[in-house]
């Protein structure tokens, strides 16, 4: 089967775009809006909409395979690519990309993403924006699948030589600033792993000595115990410090790690996981730090775990980060990934090198991507996956969770 036509439509996301530097820089938080100037080229405001792509790949018989193209919400930050906007991409994916596929016949997933992941511009000798390699193997992956009668799940299980999993995937509620509303949510759904809490200020959310997120986790292990329906319920406490223990505890990196090991004593009985305990700014001397939180934690046995985030954003600094044991898990951030392709690598990697697999992502994604990520956990079997788009925990939930049942519920009938 071919595809007949590739068509573009512009889309929003699930969250925001946020201009990193300029609230580093004192931007102040009013209401949903950023006071402030924007200070990363391309930003308007220092918050505004996020924008999406979908890429729709028209096949012979009619049927319709899309994938969404979207970026992390700190777009154009730490080395990312720049802001994506529709109205700036539309023109390359119809210009460029669409002849990479328009007439040519479906063949593998694997090679019709490699055509514009693996693509390389000869002048510039760059690759295409991240976002837009992310929404188009989307797109390859559902016209496989779509050609195939196949789930997109089986497809990649097919292609890379594993099993979809015979159980959900757990699934990691994200609660953005409102931690304590939202963290309810989670419990009532009982989601599995939660809830984020982004302390990602010193004085106003972790505490100059770390005592705020002290509180937080006793208060979370108490309303979990208070407020579960199911006894059986045990789920993980996963947090974002975003750096801020390194700024507390002045990168003394033992110190860290008995922290964290307090933390883990007040987290009791559920098991926690710090991500981005420091962030020393700069990508060799993160995989140094984590490697020494990690083994200071694990040679005073430790039983907690430490993510990386900040500067694992690659395939190839997740398998540098994995190489070196820096940490115990890595997220996945699958825009940041470029293609699907490498996201899945990502998964095989970490679960071949001893590192656990954190497939994750962004708020600012859309239905869809998180869809095809729900597809790539289940064929992947990660430690967990990121509910997605948004921060509201209900909507991004139910988008994941909904879409491994409907897996769980066909991959042995189709």
């Given at each position: 089967?071919?595809?007949?036509?590739?068509?573009?439509?512009?889309?929003?996301?699930?969250f925001?775009?946020?201009?990193?530097?300029?609230?580093?820089?004192?931007?102040?938080?009013?209401?949903?809006?950023?006071?402030?100037?924007?200070?990363?080229?391309?930003?308007?405001?220092?918050?505004?909409?996020?924008?999406?792509?979908?890429?729709?790949?028209?096949?012979?018989?009619?049927?319709?395979?899309?994938?969404?193209?979207?970026?992390?919400?700190?777009?154009?930050?730490?080395?990312?690519?720049?802001?994506?906007?529709?109205?700036n991409f539309?023109?390359?994916?119809?210009k460029?990309?669409?002849?990479?596929?328009?007439?040519?016949?479906?063949?593998?997933?694997?090679?019709?993403?490699?055509?514009?992941?693996?693509f390389?511009?000869?002048k510039?000798?760059?690759?295409?924006?991240?976002?837009?390699?992310?929404?188009?193997?989307?797109?390859?992956?559902?016209?496989?699948?779509?050609?195939?009668r196949?789930?997109?799940?089986?497809?990649?299980?097919?292609?890379?030589?594993?099993?979809?999993?015979?159980?959900?995937?757990?699934i990691f509620?994200?609660s953005?600033?409102?931690?304590?509303?939202?963290?309810?949510?989670?419990?009532?759904?009982?989601?599995?792993?939660?809830?984020?809490?982004?302390?990602?200020h010193v004085?106003?959310?972790?505490?100059?000595?770390?005592?705020?997120?002290?509180?937080y986790?006793?208060?979370?292990?108490?309303?979990?115990?208070?407020?579960?329906?199911?006894?059986?319920?045990?789920p993980?406490?996963?947090?974002?410090?975003?750096?801020?223990?390194?700024?507390?505890?002045?990168?003394?990196?033992?110190?860290?790690?008995?922290?964290?090991?307090?933390?883990?004593?007040?987290?009791?009985?559920?098991?926690?996981?710090?991500?981005?305990?420091?962030?020393?700014?700069?990508?060799w001397?993160?995989?140094?730090?984590?490697?020494?939180?990690?083994?200071f934690?694990?040679?005073?046995?430790?039983d907690a775990?430490?993510?990386?985030d900040?500067?694992?954003?690659?395939?190839?600094?997740?398998?540098?980060f994995?190489?070196?044991?820096?940490?115990?898990?890595a997220?996945?951030?699958?825009?940041?990934?470029?293609?699907?392709?490498?996201?899945?690598?990502?998964?095989?990697?970490?679960?071949?090198?001893?590192?656990?697999?954190?497939?994750?992502?962004?708020?600012?994604?859309?239905?869809?991507?998180?869809?095809?990520?729900a597809?790539?956990?289940?064929?992947?079997?990660?430690?967990?996956?990121?509910?997605?788009?948004?921060?509201?925990?209900?909507?991004?939930?139910m988008?994941?969770?909904?879409?491994?049942?409907?897996?769980?519920?066909?991959?042995?009938?189709?």
């Amino acid at each position: 089967m071919k595809i007949k036509k590739v068509v573009c439509a512009a889309g929003k996301t699930g969250f925001y775009f946020d201009d990193q530097r300029a609230i580093k820089k004192g931007a102040k938080a009013d209401g949903a809006f950023y006071e402030g100037t924007p200070v990363t080229e391309g930003f308007t405001g220092v918050r505004q909409a996020g924008e999406s792509i979908s890429v729709l790949f028209i096949l012979e018989d009619g049927t319709i395979a899309h994938g969404d193209c979207a970026a992390v919400q700190y777009s154009g930050a730490g080395g990312r690519d720049p802001l994506f906007l529709a109205e700036n991409f539309i023109p390359v994916i119809m210009k460029e990309i669409a002849p990479m596929y328009e007439g040519k016949e479906i063949t593998t997933f694997r090679e019709m993403a490699d055509r514009v992941d693996k693509f390389v511009d000869p002048k510039t000798k760059k690759q295409y924006h991240t976002a837009i390699r992310y929404g188009v193997t989307q797109a390859c992956l559902d016209a496989v699948a779509k050609a195939g009668r196949k789930l997109m799940a089986q497809v990649v299980a097919e292609e890379y030589g594993t099993k979809i999993a015979d159980k959900m995937i757990p699934i990691f509620t994200q609660s953005g600033d409102d931690r304590y509303l939202n963290a309810d949510k989670m419990i009532m759904k009982e989601a599995e792993v939660l809830p984020h809490a982004l302390f990602n200020h010193v004085a106003d959310k972790t505490g100059l000595k770390g005592e705020k997120l002290r509180d937080y986790v006793i208060w979370l292990r108490n309303r979990v115990l208070e407020k579960r329906v199911n006894k059986d319920y045990n789920p993980v406490f996963h947090i974002d410090v975003y750096g801020t223990l390194g700024v507390v505890f002045d990168n003394d990196f033992e110190k860290i790690a008995d922290y964290i090991g307090d933390l883990a004593e007040q987290a009791k009985p559920f098991h926690l996981r710090i991500e981005g305990p420091v962030d020393v700014e700069e990508k060799w001397a993160q995989i140094d730090a984590l490697k020494k939180i990690r083994e200071f934690m694990d040679a005073k046995g430790i039983d907690a775990e430490i993510v990386a985030d900040e500067w694992c954003n690659t395939l190839e600094d997740i398998i540098d980060f994995s190489e070196a044991k820096a940490g115990h898990m890595a997220q996945i951030k699958t825009p940041d990934l470029g293609g699907i392709n490498n996201a899945i690598e990502a998964v095989l990697y970490c679960k071949e090198h001893g590192m656990g697999a954190y497939l994750g992502g962004t708020c600012n994604e859309t239905n869809r991507s998180a869809e095809v990520c729900a597809n790539i956990a289940m064929a992947t079997s990660p430690v967990q996956t990121l509910a997605k788009p948004g921060m509201g925990v209900d909507e991004g939930y139910m988008i994941m969770y909904n879409e491994m049942s409907r897996i769980l519920a066909l991959k042995d009938v189709l």
